[in-house]
């Protein structure tokens, strides 16, 4: 367990831990995209489920005041480890546990030897763009079209133990 600043981070894959995610990943969403609802947490919860499907994935759980209010499903890939879910309760949004998330994830990278940790982001999401910009993630010319959404998303990544890799030049 890390505490820094009032939020804890606690990695595990226990069962009400992934229906805390997929809570947070409801409503999350439904703040993204500017839904009047979230889908219910029985929706959500098969997609936690198919990110901890690897046996090495990891679940990040953020507490504020002991409720669970971010989290981030991490899975290891070839030359590292890559974010492929991570969500904060929009009630807790601008406290700073997205940031804290980033860091618990590239400290468990530097932890397991890791030298980079990845994610893709929604070209479109500009607080999350923002987000990882300031906390010394850079944009890659990697993008894809989201199979479900049809966004347009880039790959972002951090450098944990050297060089990044298809780094574009913060401007």
């Known amino acids: 367990m890390l ?17 805390a995610a997929a809570r947070i990943w409801a409503v999350a969403t ?10 219910p947490v029985e929706a959500a919860l098969p997609i936690i489920e198919r990110g901890l499907r690897p046996d090495d994935a990891t679940l990040h759980l953020a507490y504020l005041r002991d ?7 991490v899975v290891v890939q070839p030359g590292g ?6 969500g904060v ?3 807790a949004w601008g406290r700073g546990i997205a940031s804290r998330l980033l860091s618990d994830v590239t400290d468990y990278a530097a932890e397991t030897s890791r030298p980079e940790v990845e994610l893709w982001v929604y070209d479109d999401n500009a607080r999350a763009v923002e987000l990882y ?5 850079s944009a890659t010319d990697d993008v894809r079209i989201h199979p479900t959404s049809g966004r ?3 790959r972002h990544v951090r450098s944990v133990l050297g060089t990044t890799r298809g780094v574009v030049p913060q401007q």
């Open 67 to 73: 409720e669970p209010v971010g989290f981030a499903v």
């Open 81 to 86: 480890l890559e974010i492929v879910f991570l």
């Open 89 to 91: 309760d929009p009630d």
């Open 3 to 19: 505490d820094t600043g009032g939020v804890v981070v606690v990695r595990d894959r226990d069962p009400s831990s992934q229906w």
């Open 30 to 39: 439904a703040e993204r995209d500017n839904k009047p609802e979230p889908a």
């Open 152 to 154: 347009l998303e880039r």
């Open 133 to 137: 910009r300031r906390a010394g993630w």
